[in-house]
């Protein structure tokens, strides 16, 4: 009797699943121009490995922040990012924030030479209030006879100055895209966008997850970036997000499956597959395609670091890390200056004990910034500390020691700043320095733009890299003792 119960389920489930089509999309997002497998993991190789097993029929989209990371992006202005990715197929990307590290001059080349369209419905020329060249706000794919309408969203906070564009209140542009692509009937529509769910900064929540709440219904899936996390299968309002962490260390396989006969979706999930090369393997004509695209030189080793730096905390309620403390002395010294700010962000990846390349150097910090000493009043001070904590703290300091407490649903409360044993005083004048992106009001050193250029001046002619590199030669890669930043 119950095998006969059984049959009977199976036969009401199957005429369901007949008339259901599945489309696959494979989905990265903060490549950072990672191309090469590290320690047996990640690369474009491995990634088309993955995609030769089938199906034949896919979208191979990406979230942004393919420009620049790694020394073949930062020499070639993102233009070998590009090549790479045309030879992959990609069907689409959006604009992240890092797509502006070659400045706004640098912008318009690099998305000149991709060969797949650049979504962003939110992103217009200032002059014109029309999209720039090669951007568009949607595309419709026919994917296996599956209508396939993909809009974009870019980041709104680009590394450097874009002041020749303008970027529209996300919602507006989507809901004017969405008004467009509905007229063409869609059997569903995905957001490609560079943020992320998992983005808390400055005590606002992302506005990303929002999407489910005003567009639940219409959009269908939501892939996205910006903050580096892995986020699979999370639904809110019938609606996937889904999230594929960075460097190209894994791809997410998204299937949506829509009714033959209605057109309406049926289902979606992901699937997260880390591209470790034991396992998928390595295509051998994209890996001599990206072997070529290596940068000269770039492996020779430098020097010998004594110990590994770790770009994360590494002990319970403290937020400073050992790489971090370490850079920020770095910049103190270098400067004699009393204090030094330095942004997590800005360090991308630990420094490992061993022999260091300079390829290791330019991933760990791939930017070009110099040393800014600026002079502030206490009371900045304090307001742009306090505003670091997101809750993780968005910076590292020499020079001060920082504590401070939680409520009972985790926010933080109570925070003491003391600069010499001493809280720091409103109206005295403090000299900080910190790297040239932050003191002159990139992303979240954005409070700096309400200091003078008349209070900045620069330090030496060394940049920070350079600093870095000066201190692996010399052997100078003992990890600070961290708690800086601590909870009591």
Do not use: C
């Not at 059997?187 to 606002?204: N, P, R, T, W, Y």
């Amino acid at each position: 009797m119950r095998k006969n119960r059984l049959l009977l389920a199976a036969l009401l489930v199957l005429p369901v699943l007949l008339s259901a089509k599945t489309t696959t999309i494979y989905h990265t997002s903060d490549v950072h121009g990672f191309f090469y497998p590290h320690k047996g993991q990640g690369g474009y190789a491995a990634l088309a490995a993955v995609m030769e097993k089938g199906p034949e029929k896919y979208l191979l989209l990406d979230s942004g922040d393919f420009a620049n990371g790694t020394a073949e992006t930062r020499y070639s202005k993102g233009f070998k990012a590009a090549t790479i990715m045309n030879k992959m197929g990609y069907d689409a990307t959006t604009v992240g924030n890092h797509e502006f590290d070659f400045k706004s001059a640098g912008f318009a080349p690099l998305i000149g030479q991709l060969n797949f369209p650049v979504l962003a419905a939110n992103f217009l020329k200032k002059d014109s209030m029309q999209y720039p060249p090669h951007i568009s706000p949607y595309q419709i794919y026919d994917v296996d006879g599956i209508k396939v309408a993909v809009i974009g969203l870019a980041n709104r906070t680009p590394t450097n100055p874009a002041d020749e564009y303008y970027f529209t209140k996300p919602f507006d542009a989507l809901e004017k895209a969405l008004n467009e692509v509905e007229k063409q009937h869609p059997h569903f529509v995905v957001v490609l966008v560079h943020d992320s769910i998992a983005d808390e900064k400055h005590g606002q929540q992302p506005y990303t997850l929002e999407i489910a709440k005003k567009f639940g219904g219409r959009v269908h899936v939501v892939l996205g970036g910006h903050a580096h996390q892995i986020i699979q299968n999370r639904r809110e309002n019938g609606v996937l997000f889904v999230e594929s962490g960075s460097y190209l260390k894994n791809v997410s396989k998204v299937t949506v499956e829509t009714d033959d006969k209605t057109g309406k979706v049926v289902s979606s999930r992901s699937e997260l597959i880390p591209l470790i090369i034991a396992q998928t393997g390595e295509d051998k004509e994209i890996k001599k395609f990206v072997d070529d695209l290596r940068e000269p030189g770039i492996d020779e080793i430098v020097g010998e670091t004594k110990e590994t730096l770790e770009k994360n905390p590494t002990v319970k309620d403290r937020l400073d890390s050992p790489l971090n403390d370490w850079v920020a002395d770095l910049m103190q010294a270098y400067s004699g200056a009393p204090i030094a700010i330095h942004n997590n962000g800005g360090t991308r990846v630990t420094l490992r004990q061993g022999p260091t390349s300079r390829r290791d150097l330019v991933e760990l910090h791939p930017f070009d910034n110099e040393i800014v000493a600026v002079t502030v009043d206490g009371r900045f001070l304090k307001r742009f500390i306090k505003t670091g904590f997101a809750p993780r703290s968005l910076f590292t300091y020499a020079g001060l020691d920082i504590t401070y407490k939680t409520d009972k649903k985790g926010r933080i409360r109570d925070i003491s700043i003391l600069h010499n044993g001493k809280p720091l005083e409103n109206r005295k004048m403090y000299t900080v320095v910190t790297n040239s992106h932050i003191a002159y009001g990139g992303s979240e050193g954005f409070l700096f733009k309400k200091i003078g250029d008349d209070k900045k001046r620069k330090i030496g002619n060394k940049t920070l890299r350079v600093l870095v590199e000066d201190a692996v030669r010399e052997g100078n890669t003992k990890a600070p003792q961290t708690g800086r930043i601590r909870q009591i």
